[in-house]
């Protein structure tokens, strides 16, 4: 299945502030993450940022909030983003099939939240080198289940330029750029 801009809605899952300095490869993964967030910012892709218990977890980390700060947020007590009734909400009313999906922890919120679109006919797409968990063997386990489950795995450089579909976009320079 091809991912086409106009289809996606972009689901930021939990990077907050005091549970982020317990996850693995964590500088690498918050790079990437910011290079998906500003290409999808390019590409005109709409978001939806979660953020689990702020009370006890914090904030998005720093780097990624004042990315995201104009687009919705969603505070949740519930581990999937699905099961929290507004952003469920927000998800259908962005009218989207696919739904790209990055966050923490892989093997929790990240799982449920992809099992969950899934079950409401909904495509996620699990961008593979912007999740991560406290333990790496969680993410890795994570991710093959949800490959088995029906998500579609991918790179954030990858779905960046799928979503780019050709160097003549107006966008490709930008893209191409950020990912360098």
């Known amino acids: ?3 086409n801009v106009e289809d ?3 689901c930021l899952v939990d990077v907050q502030e005091r549970l982020y300095p317990h996850v693995t490869n964590k500088d690498e993964i918050e ?3 910011i290079t998906l967030v500003k290409g999808l910012k390019v590409h005109d892709v709409p978001f939806i940022v979660n953020e689990q218990y702020k009370k006890g977890i914090g904030e998005t980390i720093p780097s990624l909030r004042e990315l995201v700060d104009d687009y919705p947020h969603f505070e949740k007590t519930t581990f999937s983003c699905c099961k929290n009734e507004t952003t469920m909400d927000a ?5 989207k099939k696919v739904v790209i999906v990055a966050g923490i922890e892989t093997h929790v919120c990240v799982l449920q939240t992809c ?4 079950e409401a006919g909904l495509q996620p797409v699990l961008v593979t080198d912007c999740v991560t968990s406290r333990k790496q063997r969680d993410t890795d386990v994570a991710i093959q289940r949800l490959i088995q489950a029906g998500v579609i795995p991918t790179t954030y450089e990858s779905l960046l330029f799928e979503l780019t579909v050709n160097a003549k976009n107006p966008v490709f320079k930008e893209i191409s ?3 360098k």
């Open 1 to 3: 299945m091809r991912i």
């Open 8 to 10: 996606t809605v972009f």
């Open 31 to 33: 790079k990437n993450l």
């Open 91 to 95: 998800i259908k009313a962005a009218n």
């Open 115 to 118: 099992i969950d679109l899934l």
């Open 177 to 179: 750029s950020l990912v």
